[in-house]
């Protein structure tokens, strides 16, 4: 599988899993295992685009593309990354 087709996978499977189209992503790599992705997700759109709160979640596909785990690993705001908990 090739990074474009692991990110792809990634994207499905975190629109999938939380209901929202991932903003970006900021990570895909290769692994022993597989491939590990990190995604940017819009969580709550605030009433100004400053207040908006983002979430980052690590997934781990195997070597055909398939989800074997994923994470939030934090939450952010949009303006000054003021990470909030996960």
């Known amino acids: 599988m090739k990074a474009i087709e692991a990110s792809l996978a990634g994207r499905a499977a975190i629109e999938t899993l939380t209901g929202r189209p991932p ?11 597989g491939w590990e992705l990190q995604f940017e997700v819009l969580e709550t759109r605030g009433r100004l685009t400053d207040n908006d709160i ?3 979640y690590l997934l781990k596909l195997d070597s ?9 690993t934090r939450r952010y705001t949009r303006v000054g990354n003021t990470n909030l908990a996960a």
């Open 23 to 33: 903003e970006h992503t900021s990570r895909c790599e290769a692994t022993d295992s």
């Open 54 to 56: 983002f979430a980052s």
């Open 64 to 72: 055909d593309g398939e989800l074997l785990a994923y994470e939030r």
